[in-house]
């Protein structure tokens, strides 16, 4: 009781349906163009508009490719998928950052970077990473494409109200150890599904002291152990990060805006259905081995044995292990690799290639890695250019792609081959993800730079 | 996809596999419609077909002892991404019905709102299920809806499962929550007046 989370809910029920879900009022639909059109199919076989247009922004990532964007996406149906999003917000109305403007990216980046998504208010999209957004102090849910309908169709949707967790990481980050690693360790202590049916607030002086892109990259990873989403109570930081983003409110309305925003936190007395306290100085360097998020080590730690996974669990383990190319106990450091890709809606933002561009300064691409090097908006990559970090990269023997969602789900052509090693800073290992047959391997940008130039899974300490 | 629901009987087929996702369930690749139609087909895709779209021979999909239109699966179904088309999935192949002992959040809501019905068992029940599966394919379940039951015929066992009343209702009659929502925009007029 009396949590950030009862706070933002509550005072957006319409009302409770009886027997029933809650009918929340959301501030904020983001539409991408792989999970809304079958929704705007929906509204026109039931000849409605959108209820409240000015609150819904679109624009396309899955499909979009990371380079010569200024041409039609190749893929016949991709492309489709582009145009029919173009189509639909022209048609119901709709604010729309179009592919190879200078307004498109991930969506999930591009919603804080704009300052449409802000503290206090209830933000869903079509996608299970919009609990991205939670970073600024919202909250923010994947859903289905059913609900982009009712949410387009009436501003809200049909909830049961989550139970809350807090996640507490207390102490200070010990060297080379970032936002990705923490997400990744807590995910192997609680499990891919050890969140679900949960809402989780982050706190503690790891969060406190973690910068906005940071907490953006934690909040992403929510969903990874399960939960419909996490969020951080807003902040100086939170309030600095918006204070004259493109939509966040100006003048007078933004120190009345910041006040009430204040208000935004747990009391003191808040109760949790469950609560978890974690220490920083227990983090390293963190890296997946198996397919799914939380099969993680630490760097310098060794795969499972077999005999310390449980009996019911013991098949999936090893079709996990089949799959990667790995045995149980084997160390992973030193293993050679094949990919690298810097990107997503994970860590596809300025800090994230601030961190790799540190390790890769002054060294070369190793021969043996292809690396997939990609912004998650057009703003990032400005972003990268101002700070002269374009120039370390390509010093090294790097290539800035375009952004895009890219080789995180490879929907697009950056597929990583059957077999082959990626080293990721996206989200997911499932198999398949990153394309047929492809073996994904979780990590930071150190770690992805430090495989980059080394050409193997690489402790990146060693390289600081 | 509105099909009303109410008291099925059925063989099942089995996947004793726990977290399996929904990047299994439907690869990112077959994302690409902009309708409905089609996505049975690519369902389970990489675990049923090899490289060459030649059928796996012991996948369950393509072994001919199993049927029915009921799916049990091991716990935590549905992980990972929130697409519905995974839901479509599963719906277009024929399953009215998925018994497991965990669902992921946002793939039951999606299945639930295409009319397939999520039923959580416990542990045992669902390791006696698979068990029951295994020593006679052609062993049926009953899943009753208006009794919120579901039982194991070869055993006799029964346990009952959760399911809210507003959407049982909606199940049994045929009718989602765009149509609700949209009854109910005069109630969303007046909470945008309240909080102004």
């Known amino acids: 009781m009396n949590t950030l989370f009862d706070k933002i809910w509550d005072s957006h029920v319409v009302q409770v349906v009886e027997d029933g879900p809650t009918q929340l009022y959301i501030d904020r639909l983001y539409c991408h163009e792989v999970t809304s059109p079958q929704a705007f199919e929906g509204l026109r076989n039931r000849s409605l508009k959108c209820f409240r247009p000015e609150n819904i922004f679109c624009m396309p990532d899955h499909n979009v490719q990371t380079h010569d964007q200024d041409k039609p996406v190749e893929d016949a149906i991709g492309r489709k998928q582009i145009d029919t999003l173009d189509a639909n917000c022209k048609e119901f109305g709709l604010t729309e950052f179009k592919m190879n403007t200078r307004d498109n990216g991930i969506i999930h980046v591009v919603g804080p970077e704009k300052g449409l998504s802000l503290p206090g208010m209830t933000i869903?999209?079509?996608?299970?990473?919009?609990?991205?957004?939670?970073?600024?102090?919202?909250?923010?849910?994947?859903?289905?494409?059913?609900?982009?309908?009712?949410?387009?169709?009436?501003?809200?949707?049909l909830q049961q109200k989550p139970k809350s967790m807090r996640i507490s990481i207390n102490g200070k980050l010990p060297k080379g150890v970032v936002a990705k690693d923490v997400a990744l360790y807590i995910m192997a202590k609680l499990t891919t599904s050890g969140a679900t049916g949960y809402f989780v607030e982050y706190?503690?002086?790891?969060?406190?002291?973690?910068?906005?892109?940071?907490?953006?990259?934690?909040?992403?990873?929510?969903?990874?152990?399960?939960?419909?989403?996490?969020?951080?109570?807003?902040?100086?930081?939170?309030?600095?990060?918006?204070?004259?983003?493109?939509?966040?409110?100006?003048?007078?309305?933004?120190?009345?805006?910041?006040?009430?925003?204040?208000?935004?936190?747990?009391?003191?007395?808040?109760?949790?259905d469950k609560e978890y306290f974690f220490d920083a100085a227990d983090i390293e360097p963190r890296i997946t081995y198996g397919t799914n998020p939380g099969m993680g080590i630490g760097i310098t730690e060794s795969v499972p044995s077999l005999n310390k996974i449980p009996n019911e669990e013991k098949q999936g383990f090893m079709k996990s292990l089949d799959y990667m190319g790995f045995k149980d106990g084997e160390k992973l450091e030193g293993h050679q690799v094949d990919y690298v890709f810097l990107g997503a809606c994970t860590n596809g933002r300025i800090e994230d290639f601030r961190a790799f561009a540190s390790i890769v300064k002054g060294h070369k691409k190793a021969q043996n890695i292809?690396?997939?090097?990609?912004?998650?908006?057009?703003?990032?990559?400005?972003?990268?250019?101002?700070?002269?970090?374009?120039?370390?990269?390509?010093?090294a023997g790097f290539v800035i792609r375009q952004p895009g969602c890219s080789a995180c789900l490879a929907m697009n052509d950056d597929k990583i081959p059957s077999g082959k090693y990626s080293v990721s800073t996206s989200n997911r290992n499932f198999e398949g993800r990153q394309g047929p047959g492809a073996r994904t391997i979780l990590a930071s940008p150190l770690v992805a730079a430090a495989a980059a130039i080394t050409g193997k899974i690489t402790d990146p300490r060693t390289l600081l | 996809m509105k099909q009303k629901f109410n008291i099925i009987k059925s063989t099942c087929v089995?996947?004793?596999?726990?977290?399996?996702?929904?990047?299994?369930?439907?690869?990112?690749?077959?994302?690409?419609?902009?309708?409905?139609q089609g996505f049975g087909d690519n369902l389970f895709r990489?675990?049923?077909?090899?490289?060459?779209?030649?059928?796996?021979?012991?996948?369950?999909?393509?072994?001919?002892?199993?049927?029915?239109?009921?799916?049990?699966?091991?716990?935590?179904?549905?992980s990972g991404s929130s697409r519905e088309h995974a839901a479509w999935a599963i719906a277009g192949y024929g399953f009215r019905v998925v018994i497991s002992s965990f669902f992921a959040d946002i793939h039951k809501n999606n299945e639930l709102n295409n009319f397939v019905l999520p039923v959580v068992v416990s542990e045992g029940f669902l390791k006696r299920l698979f068990d029951s599966i295994s020593d006679n394919p052609k062993m049926t379940v009953t899943v009753d809806l208006p009794r919120q039951t579901?039982?194991?015929?070869?055993?006799?066992?029964?346990?009952?499962?959760?399911?809210?009343?507003?959407?049982?209702?909606?199940?049994?009659?045929?009718?989602?929550?765009?149509?609700?929502?949209?009854?109910?925009?005069?109630?969303?007029?007046?909470?945008?007046?309240?909080r102004k």
């Not at chain 2, 779209?53 to 009921?70: A, E, R």
Request: glycine share 10%.
């Open chain 1, 124 to 157: 869903v999209c079509g996608d299970s990473h919009t609990s991205t957004h939670g970073a600024v102090g919202a909250i923010a849910f994947g859903i289905g494409t059913s609900e982009v309908e009712m949410v387009m169709a009436s501003q809200c949707i």
């Open chain 1, 203 to 272: 706190a503690g002086e790891v969060i406190k002291d973690m910068s906005m892109e940071g907490r953006l990259t934690i909040c992403n990873l929510s969903i990874e152990m399960g939960a419909r989403g996490g969020f951080i109570a807003p902040d100086e930081k939170t309030f600095e990060y918006l204070k004259g983003r493109e939509y966040a409110p100006k003048g007078k309305e933004w120190d009345v805006a910041v006040e009430k925003w204040k208000d935004l936190k747990s009391g003191e007395d808040a109760v949790f």
């Open chain 1, 370 to 395: 292809t690396a997939w090097l990609v912004p998650g908006s057009w703003l990032v990559d400005k972003q990268i250019r101002e700070e002269g970090l374009d120039k370390i990269l390509s010093d």
């Open chain 2, 14 to 36: 089995p996947l004793p596999l726990e977290n399996i996702d929904t990047d299994q369930i439907i690869p990112a690749r077959f994302l690409k419609a902009t309708d409905k």
């Open chain 2, 46 to 78: 990489d675990w049923r077909y090899d490289k060459n779209n030649q059928p796996i021979k012991d996948f369950v999909l393509n072994d001919p002892k199993y049927g029915g239109c009921i799916l049990v699966a091991g716990r935590n179904f549905g």
């Open chain 2, 150 to 194: 579901v039982i194991n015929e070869a055993t006799g066992e029964q346990e009952s499962f959760e399911i809210n009343g507003y959407k049982k209702h909606c199940l049994m009659n045929g009718l989602d929550d765009v149509d609700f929502l949209v009854q109910n925009r005069k109630c969303v007029e007046a909470y945008e007046a309240r």
